[in-house]
């Protein structure tokens, strides 16, 4: 609908551009707007931030996935900053999950690690920069 793209074009004007801008590289969008039924189909919420257009996960091939995430850590606004199942030291390793909410003062500035454990996905605080203090 007109809000969905509306939050998917400031999300890309605030966050996935500048992103582009800094690395000069592609910014792989590997999961963006997600239907209810999509998100449901894959375990997510009915308002997951992807299916309010607010969300995106992305990559940059050959840019470690951490290096991004800290970028967008100390240079961006951002609701939620999600490192996923990144394995310190693997090539290509994992995705950056990153929300914008475009609601005057309603972006958290979460910064989190997404991790298995015990065969669940856990979410784990990140304080300052993953490589500064990643939890595995």
Not at 75 to 102: A, C, R
Request: glycine share 8%.
């Amino acid at each position: 609908n007109e809000d969905q793209v509306e939050n998917l074009r400031i999300l890309c004007e605030r966050v996935l551009q500048p992103v582009r801008d800094h690395f000069g590289k592609v910014v792989t969008v590997t999961s963006g707007h997600r239907d209810v039924i999509l998100n449901r189909t894959i375990g997510g919420s009915d308002n997951s931030q992807h299916v309010l257009g607010m969300a995106a996960d992305i990559e940059i091939f050959g840019t470690p996935t951490h290096e991004v995430s800290d970028w967008i850590r100390q240079n961006l606004m951002f609701d939620q900053l999600i490192l996923e199942f990144y394995t310190p030291g693997e090539k290509n390793s994992g995705w950056t999950h990153v929300s914008y909410n475009p609601s005057i003062n309603q972006n958290r500035k979460e910064y989190l690690a997404a991790l298995r454990i015990d065969g669940k996905t856990q979410y784990k605080p990140i304080s300052g920069l993953s490589t500064d203090r990643y939890v595995k």
